[in-house]
């Protein structure tokens, strides 16, 4: 006697919808600039010295990319110094901040989470992902489910086969 077994998927046959938040991260090169390196021995702005410095920069190497500006050094800088480093780049570039890598990557993910459509999560399970090979900034998991608390029916968190429950509406 032959009996026949089907191999089912019951976690595509749930209507559970994955979701992983690293499918938003923004594609691009990711590149600091210190001011400390267009400071007069590192600690103190000369404005000539200073455009110069900014005018050699070449809007080429930044091309696609998303740019931080930080200043490493104990120096008080003017603002408009950020203003032109930046009015330099911003034909180029995805993107400038001020701040740390960190706070690019927290501001990408915010205006990404931000601009995305989730229509298709309205009523649904949805489990977001827990383990990735790109870091995720915590703000990331907060903002989201602001975002899919009002419109799903419910959350979870983690894998398929050991998930969180988070909410169930």
């Given amino acids: 006697m032959s009996e026949e077994f ?6 595509a046959e749930s209507g559970l919808i994955n979701f992983d938040l690293t499918d938003l991260v923004p594609k691009g090169a990711r590149i600091g600039i210190d001011l400390k390196d267009y400071l007069f021995e590192g600690m103190i702005l000369k404005e000539k010295d200073f ?5 050699a920069i070449n809007p080429e190497d930044y091309k696609d990319a998303f740019v931080y500006i930080y200043n490493s050094a104990d120096a008080i800088v003017p603002l408009w ?3 032109l480093i930046t009015a330099k780049l911003t034909d180029t570039t995805k993107k400038v901040v001020f701040g740390n890598k960190e706070d690019l990557e927290v501001l990408l993910m915010h205006n990404a989470i931000q601009s995305y459509d989730f229509d298709d999560f309205i009523g649904k399970r949805v489990l977001v992902k827990g383990c990735s090979d790109k870091e995720i900034p915590e703000n990331a998991y907060i903002e989201l489910v602001e975002q899919l608390k009002p419109i799903v029916k419910s959350l979870m968190f983690g894998e398929a086969c050991s998930n969180v429950p988070i909410f169930k509406n």
């Fill in 51 to 55: 455009r110069e410095k900014v005018a």
């Fill in 6 to 11: 089907e191999i089912r998927n019951k976690v």
């Fill in 81 to 83: 110094a950020y203003f």
